[in-house]
């Protein structure tokens, strides 16, 4: 918390100082007008992205391919059951989740998710929960091993008359060396069965979240597959004003234009589909039956309120306030994803930070306290009694 209230109080800053950045006015002559929006594609990869926020007929369809692949597969017992995970955002408590798969893992009961999807953090983590157990080495190094210096760099007083704080090269150059040729290949032949890997983004200029098959960006036979996978991933991690946004090439009525993706966070700490998406519906009508359902969530947070003393600073307030309301924003995004669950007929459950643990985090990627978080994590998914079903309707009731 100390570096994100240390940047908190620069982009304050920066705002104060917004008629002296003149020469950098941020505008874009080739941003996407609102008239293009619904026929925008990215440049040579067509129709990899939906709306997370309505059902459109475009996700209707989208939903009966991904369920004709099943049904292709051959495998029957995918054609009869199936299990979901939504992993949150959460910076450097996204260790939590990163040993619980791993402990779950060594509990032998970890399923195969047929949809995995990531919000910020839990994006980067989304494609080794993907692809399974053999990947738990690496998401234990990624959210161990790498602490704030190897994940990205100040840009000093510059950064306050540009369009970030921090430059996150390194950490673009740090989810390169993970998504290999072989990575994506694997994620592909995956795709290709019928299963999902889902990352959100926020799209700045519609405000609206932005689901992205990044499945579906592996399957591609573009030369620019990797680009575009690590564009979307950091896009989702990007925190407005403190990282940098992701720009895009999109084309729409033929055209090329740009648009701005940052942090998914910004729309939901969590998601797992538009709201009112009919899966048995699409089940029944390409499989010839409704499956049984589970869908788990992965918090990697706290839930209830946690005392301290703010400090009376414009940064302070700010800082707090921010924690505040994204505490009860995943509370609400967990309380509305387990009605989806029920409306679906989907067995529910989810973890999250239990309220015990009290580890000392310096600083937003603290590599000790990630580890102590990792070590947590791995305990809680190897007991398998971390789980919980019912969401608390407020984080006072979670510490009850």
């Known amino acids: 918390m100390l570096r994100r209230a240390k940047a908190i109080r620069h982009v304050l800053l920066a705002s104060a100082l917004l008629g002296l950045a003149a020469c950098n006015s941020g505008e874009r002559p080739q941003a996407l007008p609102a008239e293009g929006l619904s026929a925008a594609?990215?440049?040579?990869?067509?129709?990899?992205?939906?709306?997370?926020?309505?059902?459109?007929?475009?996700?209707?369809?989208?939903?009966?391919i991904q369920y004709r692949q099943i049904a292709a597969s051959g495998c029957g017992k995918c054609q009869a059951a199936a299990t979901f995970l939504a992993i949150s955002g959460g910076s450097g408590e996204g260790a939590y989740g990163a040993g619980f798969l791993k402990g779950w893992s060594a509990r032998g009961d970890r399923p195969q998710f047929e949809v995995v999807t990531g919000v910020s953090t839990g994006s980067l983590a989304a494609p080794f929960a993907f692809l399974g157990s053999h990947y738990d080495g690496a998401l234990e190094?990624?959210?161990?091993?790498?602490?704030?210096?190897?994940?990205?760099?100040?840009?000093?007083?510059?950064?306050?008359?540009?369009?970030?704080?921090?430059?996150?090269?390194?950490?673009?150059?740090?989810?390169e060396r993970y998504a290999t040729e072989q990575l994506l290949d694997e994620i592909a032949a995956e795709h290709r069965k019928g299963r999902r890997l889902l990352v959100q983004t926020t799209n700045l200029d519609a405000q609206r979240p932005v689901i992205w098959d990044v499945?579906?960006?592996?399957?591609?036979?573009?030369?620019?597959?990797?680009?575009?996978?690590?564009?979307?991933?950091l896009a989702s991690a990007a925190i407005p004003a403190v990282f940098p946004a992701v720009r895009l090439n999109v084309e729409s009525n033929g055209k090329v234009f740009?648009?701005?993706?940052?942090d998914g966070g910004v729309t939901s700490q969590i998601f797992f589909a538009p709201p009112g998406l009919d899966l048995n519906g699409a089940a029944r009508r390409n499989l010839g039956q409704e499956r049984s359902l589970a869908l788990y969530v992965i918090r990697n947070g706290k839930l209830k309120p946690e005392y301290k003393a703010s400090t009376q600073t414009v940064a302070g307030l700010a800082t707090r306030s921010i924690s505040t309301l994204v505490k009860y924003q995943a509370l609400a995004n967990i309380a509305a994803i387990s009605a989806m669950a029920k409306r679906m007929h989907a067995r529910f459950a989810f973890t999250a930070i239990p309220d015990a643990f009290q580890g000392n985090q310096r600083s937003e990627f603290d590599t000790e306290y990630m580890k102590a978080l990792f070590r947590l994590g791995y305990e809680q998914g190897r007991s398998g009694k971390a789980w919980e079903t019912q969401p608390p309707l407020s984080p006072t009731l979670a510490s009850r």
């Open 41 to 64: 594609e990215v440049v040579g990869f067509g129709s990899i992205r939906f709306w997370g926020d309505a059902v459109v007929p475009t996700t209707s369809k989208y939903l009966d």
């Open 141 to 175: 190094e990624i959210y161990t091993r790498y602490g704030d210096n190897e994940l990205f760099r100040s840009k000093g007083v510059l950064g306050l008359f540009g369009e970030s704080l921090y430059d996150t090269t390194p950490l673009r150059h740090l989810v």
């Open 215 to 233: 499945g579906s960006i592996a399957a591609s036979q573009q030369s620019g597959r990797q680009k575009l996978f690590v564009d979307i991933l």
């Open 258 to 262: 740009d648009e701005l993706h940052v």
